[in-house]
């Protein structure tokens, strides 16, 4: 039905001018927005209704077609980009069919966007080289997903499991760092694959992650995460909206709304979204304030003290906004930032700190912060320089076959798989 929409709708807005052109755009983009709220939405208006107004109108249990976030907003692009002219309307449905459904990355992401691979759908070619970089990047990712991401997964859900109100403040802050770490692995490592696996199919698709965890306020760090649906709202939401000309802050917080509502149908994720948003109007004041005052110079604003505390702060608040995206409800939410904080504590907590850090999630957990933070790539730099390339090659391939079959042998042996973004 997707499909089809867009395809009928590319054609009429591509051969139509004027006000049928727009009438077209516009009943193209309203019928995709309508199959989402319908499949992702429906139940949580019911829901608020019911809430709000102490109805008792009975849910239709919808069952939610994997990944329609990501494909609905394939197709939205590619008619608002047939209707700002920077496409034409594709004739063969097969080819549209090939955009929307393309199966590396259309359950989880990184959005895909037909001006950036409308060539490659008839004419693929690749450079020498992209067969194996394609496999490599496919095994990095599959390491980062099976290996880190599933064992960081069984710490968080068992904390979380035993419920906000029977933890530790100490085992409260393992959890939610344990969970910062696990949402990047589980992402980044899909993205990984399926940038690995376009390659080798011939496809580009853009970078969806660029170690967020380095950023020095929240705003970079949207810089640096999940870039695609980022780049996604700033062209078709933020600047349609008036961008930084005009109602700035509106806009910002606009955007972070429906990113939270993107991500799922709750009023959790509103509030995520909400603070996001909050955050980055607040620092955006700030930084507009600072610019305009003179006594503070280059220096002091980049000082190494002062990024090492803005490094701090947002590595603290993203810690803390993950929370509202990984509880079940708002309540639970709460319980837990007062359990962490010391605001509650239960008199009989079921496990302790100790229980947790056993040797194995120790190692996982040292080997994830390693890796979300861009020391791996400086080491390879210090040893490109000091050892011969064929050595560091067969270094290389060795390390990928170790991850490649330790990666098997997880995924054969268990049965414990969970993908975060498989549900939005």
Not at 10 to 18: C, N, P
Not at 253 to 271: E, Q, R
Not at 382 to 392: A, E, M, S, V
Request: aromatic share 16%; charged share 15%; net charge positive.
């Amino acid at each position: 039905m997707n499909i089809l929409i867009n395809y009928l709708g590319g054609i009429l807005v591509s051969a139509k001018r004027g006000k049928e052109k727009k009438f077209f755009f516009i009943c193209t983009i309203t019928l995709n927005l309508a199959l989402l709220i319908y499949f992702k939405y429906f139940d949580f208006l019911i829901r608020t209704v019911n809430d709000i107004g102490r109805k008792n109108i009975p849910l239709r249990n919808i069952i939610l077609p994997i990944g329609i976030s990501f494909f609905t907003f394939q197709g939205m692009s590619y008619v608002i980009d047939v209707y700002r002219g920077k496409v034409k309307g594709q004739i063969n449905i097969l080819n549209l069919c090939l955009y929307i459904s393309l199966f590396p990355q259309l359950v989880a992401g990184p959005i895909v966007r037909y001006v950036d691979i409308e060539k490659e759908i008839e004419n693929r070619s690749r450079k020498k080289g992209e067969y194996y970089q394609g496999i490599c990047r496919f095994i990095i990712g599959l390491g980062k997903k099976v290996i880190l991401a599933n064992s960081l997964a069984l710490i968080t859900d068992h904390i979380w499991g035993v419920g906000a109100g029977l933890n530790t403040s100490g085992v409260a802050w393992l959890g939610s760092l344990v969970y910062t770490l696990q949402i990047y692995f589980d992402f980044s490592g899909y993205s990984d694959m399926a940038i690995g696996i376009g390659m080798l199919l011939g496809f580009h698709f853009m970078e969806n992650f660029n170690y967020p965890y380095i950023s020095k306020s929240v705003s970079e760090f949207w810089r640096r995460w999940h870039i695609s649906l980022s780049s996604w709202f700033r062209d078709y939401v933020y600047i349609p909206l008036g961008g930084n000309r005009k109602h700035v802050y509106l806009n910002l917080l606009s955007v972070f709304f429906l990113t939270g509502l993107w991500h799922g149908a709750a009023w959790n994720f509103v509030a995520w979204g909400g603070v996001n948003g909050a955050f980055i109007v607040l620092e955006r004041f700030i930084r507009s304030v600072l610019e305009r005052d003179r006594a503070i110079s280059e220096i002091q604003m980049e000082s190494r003290v002062l990024n090492g505390i803005k490094h701090v702060y947002t590595l603290l608040v993203v810690n803390f906004i993950w929370i509202l995206f990984r509880a079940p409800s708002l309540e639970e939410a709460w319980l837990y930032i007062k359990t962490m904080l010391c605001v509650y504590t239960s008199s009989t907590p079921l496990f302790g700190l100790g229980w947790y850090l056993n040797i194995w999630n120790v190692t996982v957990i040292l080997i994830a912060i390693l890796c979300a933070f861009p020391i791996c790539g400086r080491m390879t730099g210090i040893l490109q320089k000091n050892l011969d390339g064929r050595i560091l090659l067969v270094i290389k391939n060795i390390g990928l076959i170790l991850v490649f079959a330790y990666s098997i042998i997880r995924v054969v042996s268990g049965t414990y798989n969970p993908f975060i973004y498989f549900q939005f």
